[in-house]
């Protein structure tokens, strides 16, 4: 069995590597797609940055449930390093889908249910980082943190089901919108790289970021003691 | 199960003696909401036909904003008098506590709509009176207690506190004001909606996931 710190790093390896393999394919290996030209490139990194965005809301979500189940911070460190992370390529996501779809969709925001549904998810994301830093006890923010995720991730399912009844009632403005990307194998190939390098990266991400999240609560608790220590000391000369 | 509900009962009944006694939260509500009314009037200046069709957007939003001031203060009271520990030891299971906070929000709702629907229709001349309307605004109603009560719960817990409910609770909000003022636009405009039975499945199917959800976690959030 490896130590933690090991598998992080060889986590991280992995994850540096596949991402500038999968970079280089979209540049390289990749071909340039007949309608779109260049900016279809996006899509690889896109796609993954939203595959990530939603896979880091479930596993809050699950890390929630396991959270309340076993009442172990381990969980719930894991659950803030899942929101975290997810939240940061939530953004991502949004940002690279606003640059395809600037000149795809000739504007840089429309209200399709994808794009309501993962903003939204941005919202929640943001406001679950703010409940967290507007407390301090650990294990009343770990039980709030884990009923948050889980409520948060209930309804996100419920909001892409409205915003796309919502489209279905609205004409279609960009009558070209749906442009069924046809992605041959090189294409396919390249996409599934670059999932791929996403998810590592994400696994080796999170792991750090929680391995972080338990030096700093261990600091605490050695400076807690170390000042209980002080205290004693200065009664003890009084 | 008696017990249960006949506990929620009593609870729901003492909050709306207290609410009764002050009118507190209810007079704050009521006035905002109409105040905000008189600020959409200038900000949204529109033909009677828009008009028209927006009525049910603005009505909800306008309830949406006065409800936060009443889900803000729906624990106040056991948290001025630190009562709640009281609370807690007296009913046979923790979550009847948020059942019947739930159910007072929603009566709360209840009567903000009451009060700002007859308003409306006197300012804006045109008349909102229509019965499936009003329940559909209640099934929204529903909903927005439903999470609205979850997450007041937490907040008051917070360091932020008021700050943090609108945020907290808005995202998880969406699917409900998209129903409602889909749906209700089209009851008032009186214009076909094939999504209509959609719109309030939805509507139903989110207040029991949120209900039920609630119900399940409400003892993490009050146990320490």
């Known amino acids: 069995m490896l130590s933690e710190n090991k598998t992080i790093t060889i986590l991280s390896v992995i994850a540096a590597v596949l991402f500038v393999f999968a970079f280089l394919m979209v540049i390289f290996y990749a071909p340039i797609e007949v ?3 260049l900016v279809q490139k996006v899509f690889y990194f896109h796609m993954s940055a939203a595959w990530v965005g939603m896979l880091a809301f479930l596993m809050a979500a699950i890390f929630g449930i396991l959270y309340l189940v076993h009442k172990d911070l381990k969980w719930d460190r894991l659950i803030a390093s899942s929101v975290e992370i997810g939240l940061l390529f939530t953004v991502i996501c949004i940002l690279s889908g606003m640059i395809w779809a600037r000149p795809i969709w000739n504007t840089w925001w429309t ?18 980082i703010l409940l967290r830093r507007s407390m301090d006890e650990p294990s009343k923010r770990a039980q709030f943190s884990a009923i948050y995720a889980i409520v948060g991730f209930v309804t996100v399912p419920l909001t892409f089901f409205s915003a796309r009844l919502l489209r279905t009632i609205h004409p279609i403005i960009f009558g070209s919108g749906e442009i069924d990307m046809n992605l041959n194998q090189p294409m396919l190939t390249t996409m599934f790289i670059s999932l791929g390098a996403f998810t590592i990266m994400y696994v080796a991400l999170l792991l750090q970021r929680a391995h972080l999240m338990q030096a700093e609560d261990d600091l605490m608790q050695l400076r807690m003691h170390t000042e209980i220590d002080a205290d004693w000391e200065d009664q003890a000369d009084a | 199960m008696k017990t249960w509900l006949g506990t929620a009962w009593v609870l729901v009944w003492k909050d709306l003696v207290q609410e009764w006694r002050s009118r507190d939260v209810l007079t704050s509500m009521f006035s905002f909401a109409v105040l905000s009314l008189f600020i959409f009037n200038y900000a949204l200046e529109l033909s009677p036909i828009d008009r028209a069709e927006i009525a049910p ?6 309830m949406v ?3 936060t001031l009443g889900l803000n203060r729906s624990f106040a009271a056991e948290q001025d008098q630190g009562s709640f520990e009281g609370l807690m030891m007296a009913v046979p299971e923790l979550s009847v506590i948020y059942l019947a906070k739930m159910i007072t929000n929603l009566l709360m709702m209840f009567g903000l709509a009451i009060l700002v629907i007859p308003i409306y229709s006197l300012l804006y001349n045109q008349s909102l009176f229509d019965l499936r309307f009003f329940g559909i605004l209640m099934l929204g109603a529903w909903g927005y207690s439903a999470a609205g009560t979850l997450i007041s719960s937490m907040t008051v817990q917070t360091r932020m506190r008021d700050l943090l409910l609108p945020v907290l609770l808005f995202p998880l ?6 129903a409602v003022v ?4 089209a009851i008032i405009t009186v214009s076909a909606l ?8 939805l509507l139903l199917v989110y207040d029991v996931i949120m209900t039920v ?10 146990r320490e």
């Open chain 1, 35 to 37: 309608n779109m030209g």
């Open chain 1, 111 to 128: 209200w399709d249910p994808r794009l309501t549904t993962v903003t939204i998810m941005a919202f929640t994301y943001i406001a679950f």
């Open chain 2, 57 to 62: 957007g603005l009505i909800w939003v306008v």
């Open chain 2, 65 to 67: 904003f006065a409800g």
């Open chain 2, 173 to 178: 909000l969406l699917p409900v004001n998209m």
């Open chain 2, 182 to 185: 889909k749906s209700g636009s």
């Open chain 2, 194 to 201: 094939p999504e209509f039975q959609s719109w309030i499945n």
């Open chain 2, 213 to 222: 959800v609630s119900l399940m976690v409400f003892e993490y959030v009050i």
